[in-house]
């Protein structure tokens, strides 16, 4: 094989090996989806300090994040899949969302706005009477 021929295959093969390594180099940067967004209460104000945990639902595995002094939370390198994201705060309910499906490089905004927890009533019982029984006599 003349010397020109073996140059020319050699530079072929150097090309489409660069080529290869910069496709699967290029697939592994785009396979993952984000999930970002800010959380705040009911009148707007922002909930600093806020836990947020997404769980994929096929696999059962979670990760946390909690949200800055601005209220913004963001998970990335989230494989493609479905998933639960639950945030809870410091007197507020928790709050939760499902079958969030995210795809191949999605960028998804997921905002919650907590509300204050629920009253609780405690009814307290001072006396009983059986039943059939009748609180006054004839």
Not at 41 to 65: K, P, R
Request: proline share 3%; charged share 20%.
């Amino acid at each position: 094989m003349p010397r020109v021929s073996r140059d020319v295959a050699a530079l072929a093969s150097w090309v489409v090996g660069v080529l290869l390594l910069a496709s699967l180099a290029y697939g592994q940067a785009s396979y993952t989806a984000q999930v970002r967004g800010v959380v705040t209460d009911q009148s707007g104000a922002l909930v600093q300090g806020a836990q947020l945990t997404i769980t994929n639902d096929g696999t059962g595995i979670a990760t946390t994040s909690k949200t800055d002094d601005r209220g913004l939370y963001t998970f990335t390198g989230l494989r493609p899949a479905v998933y639960t994201l639950k945030c809870e705060a410091k007197g507020f309910q928790s709050s939760e969302r499902k079958e969030i499906v995210l795809q191949v490089s999605q960028q998804t905004t997921i905002d919650f706005s907590l509300k204050p927890p629920g009253v609780l009533a405690t009814v307290e019982v001072t006396a009983a009477t059986r039943y059939g029984e009748r609180g006054a006599r004839h």
